[in-house]
Structures are given as C-alpha cells and as structure tokens.
C-alpha cells in the first residue's frame, strides 16, 4: 500500500509531499490525518527549521476527496468540515515558515492549504481555483473566506470565490496570490534556495516574527504594538541576537543556534 504523505529531510528542512496522484491528490480523512500530525511534529521539533508541502504526480492538490462527500446528519457533517480545517491551523500555529510548492491544479482545499502557508511557489503550470460554488458549497470553504481576502483584496476575491473561475499563474503572482512563479523545471530549485534561506534564520526570531504577522490579522494597532514590544524584548536577550550583531560586526555570515 503506498502512503498518502511522504516525509523527506533535507537538512532543517521538512517537505511533506500528498501522494495519491492518482487523485490528483485529493485529500480524504487519512491523507488529512497524516499531514495534520506532520505538521504538528514538525512544529515541536527544534531541528526543522522550515517545511515544505508539495504535490506528488502532475498536480499540487485537486480539493477534498468527493469520495467522502457521502450522506452524513448535521452534526457528522460539522465535525468534518472543521476537521478538514485541522492542518490549516496547524500551518497559523507553528512558528516554522511554511512554503507549499505549487504546480498543476491548486483546486479547493488544495487552495486553501496552498494560502494557509507562509509562502507560495508556483510553477508555470499552476491553476489556481475555488471551485466550491460548481457542487452548490459554499466559495468559503478550507480557510478561503479568512485568507483570500487578506491576500489579494475584497474584489478579487469575491471574483474568485462567486464565479470559481480558474486563475493562472502569471496572474496569480500579479494580485499577490502567490509570491513567485518559475518555470516548472526550475520549480524544485526555487523552492530549495527559499527553504534553505529560512532555515538560515534564528528559529526563535522566525517563530516571533511569523506569530506578529499572523496575530496581525486579528488585533488592533494597539494590540499588535503590545506584541512587537514583548518579540523584540525576548529577541534582544537571546544568544542568536548578540550572534548576529557580532557577524555583522565582523562581516561574515551568522550562525544561529535557536538560542
């Protein structure tokens, strides 16, 4: 039997990649089980410095499995639905930057994994799509009605939300949806040199600063300045910091220790 997640290191960096591509990897309950407990491993796990969630096969991620579109009561269909929210919290939660690696359809929930992430990488190839309203769901679905908006802006993603109409990816780097796109040769290697430039940084300053942009979304000026104060007052008493003052001190690059 062949698993649904397949883990792979590369140093501090942690790819996750779905593997039913035979589905277009569609995502059914144990395919959503295994990456929702990789990401919260990866999260405790001080030596990963950065993750990486990609597509096996010819495409990214095709949505949710229709297969576990089957007749449920309210309640069983309430608890789905917010399970398959799972790794999509996990993705906020964890103080590792987070990069999905984007090629061929990026449909339904694999588009909400794909703006759940801290970086998107798209190939030449990638299509990007909510398709919900097509099967009479609502266009929210998989964070979509949290992210899409805060990404690209309230217009376009009414647009892409009500009408399900299929964006590209020179267009989806030119609205914001994604923040680079590469050829689809070059795509692994684009990935890697990000991947291993976050993996560089101080892990402690990562978590931080990843913790303010996100609780940004949410809070006050007034609150988010509360928060810079007590990051930048841990930062400053760490051990990566006075390393990072003596390597620019001294010119050469830093090396920083998660202390």
Same mark, same amino acid.
């Given at each position: 039997?062949?698993?649904s997640?397949?883990?792979?290191?590369?140093g501090a960096?942690l790819?996750?990649?779905?593997?039913r591509?035979?589905?277009?990897?569609?995502?059914d309950?144990?395919?959503?089980?295994?990456?929702?407990?990789?990401?919260?491993?990866?999260?405790?796990d001080?030596?990963?410095?950065?993750?990486?969630?990609?597509g096996?096969?010819a495409?990214?991620? #095709?949505?949710?499995?229709i297969?576990?579109m !089957?007749?449920?009561?309210?309640?069983?269909?309430?608890r789905?639905v917010d399970?398959?929210?799972?790794?999509?919290?996990?993705?906020?939660r964890?103080?590792?930057?987070?990069?999905?690696?984007?090629?061929?359809?990026?449909?339904?929930?694999?588009l909400?994994?794909? !703006?759940?992430?801290?970086?998107?990488? +798209?190939? =030449?190839s990638?299509?990007?799509?909510?398709?919900?309203?097509?099967?009479?769901?609502?266009?929210?679905?998989?964070?979509?009605?949290?992210?899409?908006?805060?990404?690209?802006?309230?217009g376009?993603?009414i647009?892409?939300?009500?009408?399900?109409?299929?964006?590209?990816?020179?267009?989806a780097?030119?609205?914001?949806?994604?923040?680079?796109?590469?050829?689809?040769? =070059?795509?692994?290697? #684009?990935v890697?040199?990000?991947?291993?430039?976050?993996?560089?940084?101080?892990?402690?300053?990562?978590a931080?600063?990843? #913790?303010?942009?996100?609780r940004?979304?949410?809070?006050?000026?007034?609150?988010?300045f509360d928060? =810079?104060?007590?990051?930048?007052?841990?930062?400053?008493?760490?051990?990566?910091?006075? =390393?990072g003052?003596?390597a620019?001190?001294?010119?050469? +690059?830093?090396?920083?220790?998660?202390a």
């Open positions: 039997m062949i698993d997640l397949l883990t792979e290191r590369r960096v790819r996750l990649a779905l593997n591509p035979d589905k277009l990897n569609a995502i309950l144990p395919l959503l089980d295994a990456l929702t407990e990789a990401l919260e491993a990866a999260g405790r001080p030596t990963v410095r950065a993750v990486v969630i990609a096996a096969g495409s990214f991620c #095709a949505g949710a499995d297969g576990q !089957i007749d449920r009561t309210a309640d069983d269909w309430e789905t399970h398959y929210l799972d790794p999509i919290r996990v993705i906020a964890i103080g590792k930057p987070v990069i999905a690696r984007l090629h061929g359809n990026v449909f339904g929930g694999g909400g994994l794909a !703006i759940a992430c801290d970086f998107r990488v +798209a190939a =030449e990638a299509r990007l799509c909510a398709p919900f309203v097509k099967l009479a769901l609502a266009g929210c679905d998989m964070s979509a009605g949290y992210f899409l908006p805060r990404l690209i802006g309230l376009r993603a647009d892409m939300m009500m009408t399900a109409r299929v964006v590209d990816a020179p267009e780097q030119a609205i914001g949806l994604v923040s680079q796109t590469v050829p689809d040769a =070059e795509l692994d290697a #684009a890697d040199a990000l991947a291993d430039k976050l993996a560089t940084l101080a892990p402690r300053t990562t931080f600063t990843k #913790a303010a942009i996100r940004s979304l949410d809070r006050d000026m007034e609150g988010e928060y =810079e104060i007590f990051a930048q007052v841990q930062c400053l008493q760490s051990a990566d910091h006075r =390393e003052v003596a620019f001190r001294e010119r050469r +690059a830093p090396v920083f220790r998660g």
